[in-house]
T-cell receptor, first 114, second 112 residues
Framework: EPEVTQTPSHQVTQMGQEVILRCVPISNHLYFYWYRQILGQKVEFLVSFYNNEISEKSEIFDDQFSVERPDGSNFTLKIRSTKLEDSAMYFC????????????FGEGSWLTVV | LAKTTQPISMDSYEGQEVNITCSHNNIATNDYITWYQQFPSQGPRFIIQGYKTKVTNEVASLFIPADRKSSTLSLPRVSLSDTAVYYCLVGDHKAAGNKLTFGGGTRVLVKP
């Protein structure tokens, strides 16, 4: 079964450093997303991406965050100048055109900011 | 997006059927009902989706009454590995920029 893959599975970074989380969405999907989940809290939407541009973003997704699809397979989330409160599990997800309602999630990248 | 209400937690035993009901009184005409499962430290996993009546797949069944103001996820003969958080989501994801809004979910604990 095709799946969304994410790297790294776990990253520890110093406060103020930049982090790039990488994702390979399911190959024929056209809609891409990033969500996050702070330990013990709800899964929160960050951003959706379609046709090489952001289609929607949440209040969380401020200037500290950016997304990019640098090639035909990868989808990245960059977090500049990380803060302690950025510590969370970050999930990448994707869905297919014509079946946008069915969103498939990766296993997540656990980010710890120290 | 329609607001959903579901029980915070449920306990069950191996081999039993688990039914989780979700209320969504202000569901809109174009909204679909989707259920996800999440194990600790893993991403949400799509279980089932429906619009009306009954939908069944190899994992679960989804029952939606005619007024669509609620839905029930049915997990037949659960095992210990079905212990997870189950989320009910309602929305026309196309219209909302493909955004899913997760609530607190229902923590299901399956006991031996």
């Amino acid at each position: 079964e095709p799946e969304v893959t994410q790297t790294p599975s776990h990253q520890v970074t110093q406060m103020g450093q930049e982090v790039i989380l990488r994702c390979v969405p399911i190959s024929n999907h056209l809609y891409f997303y990033w969500y996050r989940q702070i330990l013990g809290q709800k899964v929160e939407f960050l951003v959706s991406f379609y046709n090489n541009e952001i289609s929607e973003k949440s209040e969380i997704f401020d200037d500290q965050f950016s997304v990019e699809r640098p090639d035909g397979s990868n989808f990245t989330l960059k977090i500049r100048s990380t803060k302690l409160e950025d510590s969370a599990m970050y999930f990448c997800a994707s869905s297919a055109q014509g079946n946008e309602n069915t969103i498939y999630f990766g296993e997540g990248s656990w980010l710890t900011v120290v | 997006l329609a607001k959903t209400t579901q029980p915070i937690s449920m306990d069950s035993y191996e081999g039993q059927e688990v039914n989780i009901t979700c209320s969504h009184n202000n569901i809109a005409t174009n909204d679909y009902i989707t259920w996800y499962q999440q194990f600790p430290s893993q991403g949400p996993r799509f279980i089932i989706q429906g619009y009306k009546t009954k939908v069944t797949n190899e994992v679960a069944s989804l029952f939606i009454p005619a007024d669509r103001k609620s839905s029930t996820l049915s997990l037949p003969r659960v095992s210990l590995s079905d212990t997870a958080v189950y989320y009910c989501l309602v929305g026309d994801h196309k219209a909302a920029g493909n955004k899913l809004t997760f609530g607190g979910g229902t923590r299901v604990l399956v006991k031996p």
